[in-house]
């Protein structure tokens, strides 16, 4: 009983960090209708500036939310430089652009920083006074730490009015310009915001997983599968689809396949919601006339 | 009275697609014109053109501010209030969100508030279903809605296209009633492109007519109501 509470709590843990990516992965979705195959890939790279800028000397947080501004910064730099150009063009463009930037990331990653793994700090230390023997110090405070971005998240969306305005955007843009929405800035705030979701997701895994350029490619497969579970365009459906699939692969993975055929839970994931219910548990079926 | 809006040599085209061909027409400070015609004559081409949503060439000047070549969104920000046809609602958000999105580009928070009220009392049906996710508010309340998001704006011209699409004809004769106080009231300019003529000329004080992307007929309501081989040949009425 002990070792499946401390298997579903870890569950949860690594849950979260998929529900992150899941909802990076849907944001970007919402706005654009494709999918961010580099996005693991940024948020392995806004790890990799976290770790330098904990070389230089700064402390855990301060290079924490530095990170994540940097990331946002990127993200939206991203958007505006490399994807506003093809915004007209057809999906297999874009997809290459995609697929373009995770070879860059990756490879950069390595040139700067070595194929070395290194390790990553956590800053939940392990005697801390919230760590049992069922959950360790860094899964607790890797759940908190997602759930409270998810909150802050939830709360900007719906709460203010840029918020409001960016969901506007992402549902119906010639309206949204109508009301004097600028619609293309929209777009590169929904990719900052991505990309310092990833950071968090990157930096709360690393200690976990070790730091490497291939760090974060068998978590964003795990972050398709959580989108896809919960329906690839809500948000709400990426959080709950990550936490579950978080369990569904610890639980399955300790107790019925082992641990070499963990990653293969998320591919099988994937093509069986694709076939069986593409929408996904909360997503909305798209009708098309043709 | 000047001339709020004055349009002269307008090309307006969808991609490679030429639709209006050298179009003039014009609005007073305060007064509401509308623009008649068939389907496919180009008259919701015409909205769309002034809002730069499409390729356009020529001239558009709003009180003396030429528009071509602007992007839609300042298009907005001097006063351009544009209701969509099929009414363009967010209809994933609330009636009440909706509301604030029609005001986005102002900085004055009292005066959204309260002119947030003000609509809820024009329309009293909008304030009952304040909360409610605007897709499941019947047609007649959707374009209520899409009137008030508009007004919300507190703009200088507002643009609509086919408000009485369909709807009841009950409905219909409301909303044109509500958008003459508008007129009157508020003092609002009004561009009105209808399929249903008479209901237009009703309201409007003067009217041009399109054929397929030209200008053929214009003049005021009146003269064009008693002109019977206008009617004949092009109203239907």
Redesign the interface.
């Known amino acids: 009983m002990e070792a499946f509470i401390q298997q579903l709590v870890a569950g949860l843990a690594t849950g979260g960090i998929y529900a992150a990516l899941a909802l990076a992965l849907v944001m970007i979705y919402q706005s654009t209708h494709l999918i961010n195959f580099a996005q693991g890939e940024m948020a392995m790279f806004s790890t990799y500036i976290g770790w330098q800028l904990l070389q230089y000397g700064l402390s855990y947080w301060t290079a924490f939310l530095l990170a994540i501004l940097i990331s946002f910064i990127g993200g939206m730099v991203i958007q505006r430089t490399i994807l506003r150009p093809v915004e007209r063009a057809p999906i297999l463009t874009n997809v290459i652009v995609f697929i373009g930037l995770l070879v860059i990331f990756n490879s950069v990653a390595g040139w700067i920083w070595e194929h070395t793994v290194k390790a990553f700090p956590s800053p939940f230390p392990s005697d801390a006074w919230y760590a049992t023997s069922y959950f360790s110090a860094h899964n607790i405070g890797s759940v908190a730490v997602t759930l409270l971005m998810l909150l802050a998240l939830f709360a900007f969306f719906r709460l203010t009015?840029m918020g409001?305005?960016m969901?506007?955007a992402a549902?119906?843009p010639?309206?949204?310009?109508?009301?004097?929405?600028?619609?293309s800035w929209m777009l590169a705030l929904g990719w900052g915001l991505a990309a310092a979701i990833g950071a968090v997701a990157g930096m709360m895994i690393a200690p976990v997983v070790f730091l490497d350029p291939n760090m974060m490619a068998g978590i964003l497969l795990y972050g398709f599968a959580a989108a896809l579970l919960g329906g690839i365009d809500n948000p709400l459906g990426a959080v709950v689809g990550g936490f579950i699939v978080g369990v569904v692969e610890n639980l399955l993975g300790a107790y019925v396949i082992g641990t070499e055929l963990k990653l293969t839970v998320a591919l099988v994931l994937i093509v069986g919601i694709l076939m069986v219910k593409p929408a996904g548990l909360f997503g909305k079926h798209l009708v098309t006339r043709v | 009275m000047s001339r709020l809006l004055e349009v002269r040599n307008l090309d307006a085209s969808y991609g490679s697609t030429k639709v209006l061909f050298d179009i003039a027409f014009g609005l007073e400070e305060g007064g509401i014109t509308a623009i008649l015609g068939a389907n496919g004559a180009g008259k919701t081409t015409t909205l769309r053109a002034l809002c730069q949503i499409c390729r356009t060439s020529g001239s558009i000047q709003l009180g003396g501010k030429e528009l071509v070549g602007m992007a839609t969104e300042d298009v907005v920000r001097l006063g351009v209030a544009h209701v969509p046809d099929g009414r363009g609602t967010f209809t994933g958000v609330s009636v009440e969100e909706n509301l604030r999105l029609g005001a986005y580009a102002r900085r004055d928070k009292r005066g959204v508030a309260e002119d947030i009220e003000r609509m809820y009392e024009r329309f009293p049906r909008l304030r009952e279903r304040r909360n409610q996710q605007a897709g499941t508010l019947s047609g007649g309340e959707q374009q209520m809605l899409a009137i008030s998001r508009a007004l919300m704006l507190r703009p200088r011209l507002l643009l609509l296209d086919e408000p009485s699409f369909g709807l009841a004809p009950l409905i219909v004769a409301e909303i044109f009633e509500i958008m003459r106080r508008i007129n009157t009231e508020d003092k609002v300019s009004m561009l009105l492109v209808e399929q249903n003529a008479s209901l237009a000329l009703d309201l409007a004080d003067n009217a041009y007519l399109l054929e397929t992307g030209k200008v053929v007929v214009s003049g005021t309501s009146e003269q064009i109501k008693n002109d019977e081989t206008v009617r004949k040949a092009y109203l239907g009425f």
């Open positions: 009015p409001l305005a969901r506007a549902q119906n010639d309206s949204a310009r109508l009301v004097g929405i600028r619609v």
